[in-house]
Structures are given as structure tokens and as C-alpha cells.
């Protein structure tokens, strides 16, 4: 027995001088609740792809925490005076991992790609064609002006993909995408399917002494309680896109660990109520607002999501130069949410009860889904509405019900995805009612006066003029009531102390991480 | 040989009974995999849906589909993952020895441990420490398996942090054979001790109730008459038939072993075929998920096939009836 404890421990005590070694060589170790079916982000979106995807593949920009546009595979850019062109200058010394250099052809074909292929269709559409008339020039030519491109250039929605590997075959079956070839600051190793993946610093990276570690391991958990006890005991160095309110709090008690909610907001996650606007009663604007003044959003920021969450006032998340403070805030009064159900027909009965209706959430969702359903349910019985709470098994049968507006009420957490015209407009404009998918226009509303400022504001290249627009979309959209505005998604990184160098910019995660190395 | 077709006829058709209602199962449940892949690029156009369900055959009618799946089957193809976009049986073959390794691990633990606390209170069932193992059978057996892991990682990986919190190996790697084994071994203990507890319950009180019919046995008193050793006669002669009714429910059991390991592996983030169901059902990815359930249903199938022919060593009467059991005889005859 004496003899087994000492090997035991002496097997622990190796494990341990082990990690402590790794830890000497600049590797990182990071816990994530997300499964990533590739790795290739110009044919899918989501942050479970985009996070690898933006260390793999370099992109023509990227962004810094003020939403200013940095030079990254294009070391500058113009863009024409009648905005129907955008000049990148590629850098010359950009190479994919597989040693080829990057050239402009890479750039086309990986346009073409992301046209072709990406879910989000708006993003690119205005593109005719990409001139190439050299290896570091290429020249986007557009439909119309179309200001989002210079966000759609971001790491993570225009990875750069190597022609000569890509443009074989079809793409959604490429085997590159489960073992891809960039050209960003870390290539491909290994990845064991919702297991862990492995990447390595790319030593010929085109930016000098970046990146600064030299080992990435994203090592996937399936249970996230399991995911933050690995952080708080030290297993795991970081963790990306904690929304869970109970796990921000707990890490933030933790030794050496620290929580913070800054960059991403260009991701824009709001939470939010939607309803079904072609339903009775809620074909009503007067009854979507009542509820929205019957809800008291202090409480919910404060006690639901444990003060961790920012208020969202409108479809635009609050940090983007096109966002408004100047809408209806929807202040909490029950006597004008009671008189707004009165004037809509909806009077009490003799019980006191108005009428019944069904809120949904996203299942696995707790604080921003669950606990606000919970607590709807007793908040709206006090003006008269009873509220039956409709639990989803897991998230199809939740976008089943919602994607063929079989629902009432439903909260919901939606992403901006940097520019309006790719995350915003899809949500509201009436050419987007598509029966059987999800996060479209699933609440059906359709205005003809915000059709038209969101197609102006697609066009329009001079940003007073933009905000200028958006501000009147947001005013009409916010009094309209299609949707009620909660708070955008606590998304926070923890990581520990002796980490420095965070991926902090409007992207978060979801963008090369060439400064983030151990101080000790 | 008849014998042996017949039942070889049986299983195929077993197992074709378990592939057609598991499919049909399967559309019954809201949702399809188009709209999780949706869900997780953030909203996609009519268009793309339709061309990923056409993609994938979910736009064509559900027998259709299911003769287009027996079909490959029955050649080895059990398709593509719709979620990993990999072929399935490289994805199945790469999950299947962390379950086994668990399985086994878990059924050994459950065996030798439920057999001995058996014996333990069969040999002093008025004892205190047999009350005590009854408590702890009950208490093991009532717990569900989940909540056992959810305790023990709460104890042994958070209050005395001695065991890793998840995974089958150390993520950074570890040097050598013995280093791995070491590993392998380290990051098993609270996986198999969880998916154990409810079967050292259980085994532990159907080995006691078998042990204390055994030992009122008349060539139990016999051997005992014969001088022979308490170690002799429990373990000579008791142990073999008081162990028959574990072997019979290890063999039942398998099924819900697997489904426990499900259980398990999600909380222990062990990467193994019950972790690859659990995502399967969440994704809806109809074609990992019918592969796991087609080898979920083979392994059960040839589990109590060897229960019966482990049935044959273990007691000769039961698996050798075209010959005497000689050892029987020896025993009667002593």
C-alpha cells in the first residue's frame, strides 16, 4: 500500500512538473462549452468555428476596441469615390501554412466562396466580381455602395482561404475543413472531435514577433458546470463566452482568476422577448407594449442577471456607432401597461384575468431564459395575464416552434455580427418571413417605412448619414414592439492573472490573439 | 448447427427491428439536424435550408429514406455524420474504446466488489456491518447515476482536488507507455466508481440473497463436514453457484449500462460513445445516432450470448445438459 501511494503520487507529482513545463513554453490551455463541426469560416458562421477559425486564417482587416478598421493581409485599402470599388494592397511577405504564398487570387476565390457559400447572404451580396490585376492587388467591384463590407472583411467572416486547397472539389466536403490551411498566426495540429484541438504558432507568420505563444489548446467540455470547476481549479487557463450569470459570479470569487466582459461587441448578443405578430392578441401593438411596461427591467438586469448584463434599448447593440439611446425606454408602470390592455380590447374578467398566452426560451439557457420565463409568469399575472411557461427538450425543438410560429411569446438571444445589413436586417425586414427558419423575421413583422430606411442604410456610405437612418429604424422598430429589448449577453472571459494581452477587441475571441502570452 | 442458425437468424432480425424503430423514433422527435446546423451558422436563407435537407435526404419521405439507410447498412456504410461531416464509423471507432475501457472497468469494480460485500453479509447477516452494506446498497441503488458523478466531482475533484475533473488523458500529454497507462487510470477512477455504485448495490444484494440460499445448501454442510476451510467453502464451492444470478444480470444489464455510461461521460466529459449520443440527440444528427444505437443493440446482443455461454463454465448443468456435470457428481459423490 505504502509502496502504491508513493508511485501514485509520484505519477501526480510528474503530471504536475508536466503542465508546469508546457506552461514554459507560452502554451495556453482553453476551456470551451462549443463544438465546431470545421473550422472553415467562410462557409460557417457561429463563434463555435469562428474562434479556431480567426487563429487559422488570416483576413484582409481586422479591428481593434473602437471599431476602427487595422490593417492585417491588406496592409491599406481604398475605396472609390462612388463607393463601387475597394482596393486591397495585400501585404507581400503572407504565406499559408503550407509555405505558398498568399497572393490576390486567394482573396477572389475566397470571396466567391463566402458568396456562394456563407449563411449570411447580405454581407457580400453587392459583390459583381473581384479584379486581380496583380498578386497584392485586388479590386472588389460593387452592385452598390455597401458600407458593410469593411466589417465583413473581419477575421471573423472573410477568412482567406488557399485557392490551391480550397478550390478543389466540393467545398462543404473539402477535408480541409476539418484540417485546415490558413494563413493567420497559428496552424492546424490536431482536433479530436468534441475532444480537443490542437494548434501550433505558425513561425512564418507575415506579422514580426507575433504571435506571442506557441501553443493553442481549445480542450471541449460537454457539461459547463464541468467547464468552470476545470477553470477554478486551475486545469484549464481560459475561458471564452461564459454567459452563464452563477459561473461569472463563482470565477470571480476564485484565487487568481480573473472575469472580464470587455471586447466582442461587435458580436452584439441580445436578449430579447419576441412575439408573434400575426397571433391575436399580439397582432396588437398595444398589447406587446402593455407587457413591455409590465416588465420591471431593473429587476430583471439586477436580480436575473446578477447586474453582470448590460440594458439593450434597441435591435443595435448599445456599443456600435450606429446605436440610439433615444427610443421608448419602456419604464416599468403596471397602471399604463393595465390601461394599454384596456384600450386594446383586452378587459379583465371577473377572476381579474385577461387573457392566456405561452412564453418559450431557449433551452440550456438559464438566467436570460428559464429564470426571466419564471419570473414573466408571475410579473404579467399582476396585470392580468397568465403566462404559461413552454419548456423546449432542447434547442431543434425550440427552432421548430419558433421557425413555424407556433408561439405566443419567446425569448430569444440574437447577434448583430458587426454591421447592421448582416445581423440586424434580417430580423425585421419583411422580404426575410421565411416559414421553417430560424432567426429570420420569425416574429412576421413587416413595416413598409423600415423596409425602406434599412435598404437606404444599406447604401449609404457616409456614417452621419447612416446613424442618421438607423436612429429612425430603431425609434420605429422599438415602438412597434415586435420585440422587447432585455440586455445583451453577459459574454466574459476568465482567465488567469498571469495572462496578458487578452483578445479584447470589438471581435473578442472570435479574432487573432497575437499579443495574449503568460507574463509568468 | 440448426440451433446455432436459428439464432443467428433471430439476431439479424433483431437487430433490423432495433434499425427500423430507432429511425422511425427518431422522426417522431420535433426538429431535424438542418436546423441545429442553422441555428449554430445564425440563420441561413430558404434556399440553404432546402439545400442542406436535400443534401443530407431529409426532403425525401420517411420510408424512402429508411430503405436508403438499411440499404447502406447492410454494406458497412453507415453514412456521414450530419453535424461532424465525417464518415460515422470513423467517428464510432474512435469513441468506442473509452466506452468499453469504462464498461469494463466499471463491471469489474461492480463484479468484485458487489460479490465480496455479498458474501460479506450473507457469511454475518445479523451484523452491524452488514446492515451497513444494505444501507449502502439501498442508498447506491436509489441515487441516480448523474447525481452520484455531480457528488463525487464536487468531493474529489473540487473539495480535495486528488482526481481530474474531466477528460480520459491529460490534454498537454504525457510521456511514455506507463505514463499513459498512469494517466488513462487516474482520470478513470470517478467515472468508473460512479457508473459502478448502482451495480455494487445491486450486485452486492443479489449476491447475498444467492449466498445465503447457497449456504443452507446440503453440500455446503457437507464440505463443511469434511473439515475443509471457511475460505474453502465459500470461495470452493458456494461462490460458483451463489454467483449464477450476477452473471445472469450482467449479462441483462448491459443495455442499461450503456445508457448509465450516456450519463457519465457527459458529466466527466469522458469522450466516449455515450457522450457522442448524448450531442447526437441534441443535434439531431440522425445518422451518428442510429449507428450508436445499431452497435448499442450488437454489443447487448452478444453480451448475453456470452452470459450464456458463460453460464456453461460457470455451472455446467445449465450450459452442458448433453453431458453429465462432472464436477457435480464429483461433489455428490465426496
Do not use: C
Not at chain 2, 242 to 251: A, D, F, S
Amino acid at each position: 500500500m505504502k509502496h502504491f501511494r508513493k508511485t501514485a503520487f509520484g505519477a501526480l507529482a510528474g503530471l504536475a512538473l508536466m503542465a508546469t513545463s508546457a506552461m514554459a513554453q507560452q502554451s495556453l490551455l482553453v476551456g470551451s462549452g462549443e463544438v465546431p463541426r470545421h473550422f472553415n469560416g467562410a462557409i460557417q458562421s457561429g463563434i463555435a468555428t469562428a474562434m479556431p477559425s480567426t487563429q487559422i486564417f488570416a483576413s484582409p482587416l481586422m479591428y481593434d476596441e473602437n471599431w476602427n478598421a487595422q490593417p492585417y493581409l491588406a496592409k491599406s485599402w481604398e475605396v472609390s469615390e462612388d463607393g463601387l470599388a475597394v482596393t486591397l494592397h495585400l501585404v507581400e511577405n503572407a504565406t499559408f501554412h503550407d509555405g505558398t504564398p498568399v497572393t490576390s487570387e486567394d482573396v477572389a476565390f475566397s470571396i466567391g466562396v463566402i458568396q456562394e457559400n456563407h449563411p449570411f447572404k447580405t454581407m457580400l451580396a453587392p459583390v459583381t466580381s473581384v479584379d486581380t490585376p496583380d498578386a497584392t492587388t485586388a479590386i472588389i467591384n460593387l452592385a452598390h455602395p455597401h458600407p458593410a463590407l469593411m466589417l465583413a472583411m473581419s477575421p471573423a467572416l472573410m477568412p482567406i482561404l488557399p485557392k490551391h486547397i480550397y478550390g478543389e472539389g466540393p467545398i462543404q466536403q473539402n477535408p480541409a475543413n476539418l484540417a485546415p490551411i490558413g494563413s493567420g498566426p497559428f496552424k492546424f495540429v490536431e482536433y479530436r472531435q468534441g475532444e480537443y484541438l490542437k494548434l501550433e504558432k505558425y513561425d512564418d507568420f507575415f506579422i514580426d514577433g507575433k504571435p506571442m505563444l506557441d501553443e493553442i489548446i481549445v480542450q471541449i467540455f460537454s457539461d459547463p458546470a464541468n467547464l468552470v470547476l476545470a477553470m477554478e481549479r486551475g486545469d484549464v487557463d481560459m475561458l471564452t463566452y461564459m454567459a452563464g450569470v452563477r459561473d461569472i459570479a463563482r470565477l470571480q470569487k476564485a484565487d487568481g482568476i480573473s472575469v472580464t466582459n470587455e471586447g466582442g461587441d461587435s458580436i452584439g448578443a441580445i436578449n430579447w422577448l419576441a412575439f408573434n405578430t400575426k397571433k391575436a392578441p399580439f397582432d396588437n401593438v398595444k398589447v406587446r407594449q402593455a407587457i413591455g411596461y409590465a416588465i420591471n427591467k431593473e429587476f430583471y438586469l439586477k436580480r436575473i442577471m446578477g447586474g453582470f448584463a448590460d440594458d439593450a434599448m434597441g435591435p443595435i447593440t448599445m456599443t456600435s456607432p450606429l446605436a440610439t439611446d433615444e427610443v421608448e425606454a419602456y419604464a416599468f408602470d403596471l397602471a399604463k401597461a393595465e390601461a394599454l390592455l384596456d384600450e386594446a380590447g383586452m378587459t379583465k374578467d371577473a377572476d381579474g384575468k385577461r387573457f392566456s398566452m405561452t412564453v418559450d426560451y431557449i433551452p440550456g439557457f438559464v438566467e436570460g431564459g428559464r429564470n426571466l420565463a419564471e419570473y414573466l409568469r408571475s410579473q404579467l399575472k399582476q396585470v392580468g395575464i397568465e403566462l404559461d411557461v413552454r419548456t423546449s427538450p432542447d434547442f431543434p425543438t425550440w427552432a421548430q416552434r419558433i421557425s413555424s410560429y407556433d408561439f405566443d411569446m419567446t425569448q430569444d438571444a440574437v447577434f448583430n455580427w458587426g454591421d447592421p445589413v448582416i445581423g440586424v436586417n434580417r430580423t425585421y425586414m419583411t422580404s426575410n418571413i421565411r416559414p421553417g427558419v430560424i432567426w429570420s423575421n420569425t416574429q412576421q413583422y413587416s413595416n413598409a417605412r423600415v423596409d425602406e430606411l434599412l435598404e437606404q442604410a444599406a447604401i449609404e456610405t457616409d456614417l452621419t448619414k447612416r446613424a442618421a437612418l438607423y436612429k429612425e429604424f430603431q425609434q420605429i422598430v422599438v415602438g412597434d414592439a415586435p420585440i422587447l429589448y432585455l440586455s445583451d449577453l453577459p459574454y466574459s472571459l476568465a482567465y488567469k492573472d498571469t495572462l496578458e494581452g487578452l483578445p479584447t477587441t470589438i471581435w473578442g475571441p472570435a479574432s487573432p490573439w497575437l499579443d495574449l502570452h503568460w507574463t509568468e | 448447427m440448426k440451433t446455432l442458425l436459428s439464432k443467428l437468424a433471430s439476431v439479424v432480425g433483431l437487430l433490423f427491428a432495433v434499425v427500423a424503430l430507432n429511425f422511425l423514433l427518431i422522426q417522431f422527435a420535433p426538429g431535424d439536424p438542418v436546423e441545429v446546423i442553422v441555428g449554430e451558422m445564425g440563420g441561413a436563407s430558404e434556399e440553404l435550408v432546402a439545400q442542406m435537407r436535400a443534401e443530407y435526404g431529409l426532403d425525401k419521405p420517411v420510408l424512402v429514406q429508411l430503405a436508403i439507410y438499411v440499404g447502406k447498412i447492410v454494406t458497412g456504410d453507415f453514412g456521414l455524420s450530419i453535424y461532424y461531416n465525417q464518415p460515422v464509423l470513423s467517428l464510432i471507432l474512435q469513441r468506442l474504446p473509452a466506452t468499453v475501457l469504462l464498461m469494463l472497468a466499471s463491471m469489474t469494480i461492480a463484479v468484485v466488489l458487489g460479490t465480496f460485500l455479498g458474501i460479506f453479509s450473507a457469511r454475518h447477516p445479523k451484523g452491524l456491518l452488514s446492515h451497513f452494506v444494505t444501507l449502502f446498497s439501498l442508498a447506491g441503488y436509489s441515487a441516480p447515476v448523474f447525481w452520484t458523478g455531480l457528488m463525487l466531482l464536487i468531493l474529489f475533484s473540487s473539495v480535495w482536488p486528488i482526481f481530474p475533473v474531466s477528460g480520459m488523458t491529460s490534454i498537454r500529454g504525457v510521456q511514455g507507455v506507463f505514463g499513459y497507462i498512469l494517466d488513462v487510470a487516474h482520470h478513470l477512477v470517478l467515472p468508473a466508481v460512479t457508473l459502478s455504485s448502482v451495480y455494487i448495490a445491486l450486485y452486492s444484494r443479489l449476491s447475498r440473497a444467492s449466498m445465503l440460499d447457497v449456504l443452507g445448501a446440503d453440500y455446503i454442510r457437507t464440505a463443511r463436514a469434511k473439515g475443509l476451510s471457511e475460505r474453502q467453502v465459500i470461495y470452493g464451492h458456494a461462490l460458483r453457484n451463489g454467483i449464477i444470478p450476477v452473471v445472469t444480470m450482467l449479462g441483462l444489464q448491459m443495455g442499461q449500462l450503456l445508457a448509465g455510461a450516456t450519463l457519465v461521460e457527459t458529466v466527466f466529459n469522458w469522450p466516449g460513445l455515450g457522450r457522442l449520443a448524448y450531442e447526437s440527440i441534441l443535434r439531431r444528427d440522425y445518422p451518428t445516432l442510429l449507428a450508436i444505437l445499431f452497435f448499442s443493440a450488437v454489443i447487448v446482443v452478444v453480451a448475453n450470448l456470452l452470459t450464456d455461454l458463460a453460464y456453461g463454465k460457470i455451472d455446467p448443468r445449465i450450459g452442458g445438459r448433453r453431458k453429465p456435470a462432472p464436477r457435480k457428481t464429483k461433489e455428490a459423490t465426496q
